[in-house]
T-cell receptor, first 116, second 114 residues
Framework: GESVGLHLPTLSVQEGDNSIINCAYS??????FIWYKQESGKGPQFIID?????DKRQGQRVTVLLNKTVKHLSLQIAATQPGDSAVYFC???????????????FGQGTILTVHP | DAGVIQSPRHEVTEMGQEVTLRCKPI?????LFWYRQTMMRGLELLIY????????DSGMPEDRFSAKMPNASFSTLKIQPSEPRDSAVYFC????????????FGPGTRLLVL
């Protein structure tokens, strides 16, 4: 029978283009955000993170933008390469106080496909 | 440096059997997490250890699941008895950050319960 599962958003780009992957979050108390890349058959790989006291952070070929007003997070990948093809997850956490443990809540993910 | 190490990478078992998944966190990391990933539910946190002590096990599905961390370099996730609905990819992650952010994931164990 037909399987029912998460229907992930998809993004297809040409090699060399810039990619923008978006993520909306709902908890206004979230103060830490992180992006992961997951290739087929592998575990999620850390890309970049940002705290709520910042609105932009850059890494190698990647930039994360945070808009707390509309609770929106984006990951920009410059000069996208075929090796960037993967599922990209955003995750958020908030300072729970006490134990200082911030549980990461993951989004559903976005499938990025880069065509040569 | 070696990343998070998990074993086995693949496990096929029959319903009712005991399954033990193993994890070695990155040396020096004091936080360890077990996650489960399925197409239906995505990535779910099962349990979190800090300094070998379970802090949050609210994600453990039921009593059939148990996790231990006898020392800083080893953790196990056990399912007894296993059921077909336990089929999933199980990930272990570790972190050195005070709040457990910036978690580094292992390659996962793909479990199939027949």
């Amino acid at each position: 029978g037909e399987s029912v599962g998460l229907h992930l958003p998809t993004l297809s780009v040409q090699e060399g283009d810039n990619s923008i992957i978006n993520c909306a979050y709902s908890n206004s108390a979230s103060d830490y955000f992180i992006w992961y890349k997951q290739e087929s058959g592998k575990g999620p790989q850390f890309i970049i993170d940002i705290r709520s006291n910042m609105d932009k952070r850059q890494g190698q070929r990647v930039t994360v933008l945070l808009n707390k007003t509309v609770k929106h997070l984006s990951l920009q990948i410059a000069a996208t390469q075929p090796g960037d093809s993967a599922v990209y997850f955003c995750a958020e956490s908030r300072n729970a106080g006490g134990t200082s443990y911030g549980k990461l809540t993951f989004g559903q993910g976005t499938i990025l496909t880069v065509h040569p | 440096d070696a990343g998070v190490i998990q074993s086995p990478r693949h496990e096929v078992t029959e319903m009712g059997q005991e399954v033990t998944l193993r994890c070695k966190p990155i040396s020096g990391h004091n936080s360890l997490f077990w996650y489960r990933q399925t197409m239906m539910r995505g990535l779910e946190l099962l349990i979190y250890f800090n300094n070998n002590v379970p802090i949050d096990d609210s994600g453990m599905p039921e009593d059939r699941f148990s996790a231990k961390m006898p020392n800083a370099s080893f953790s196990t996730l056990k399912i007894q008895p296993s059921e077909p609905r336990d089929s999933a990819v199980y990930f272990c992650a570790s972190s050195s950050r005070p709040r457990g952010e910036t978690q580094y994931f292992g390659p996962g164990t793909r479990l199939l319960v027949l």
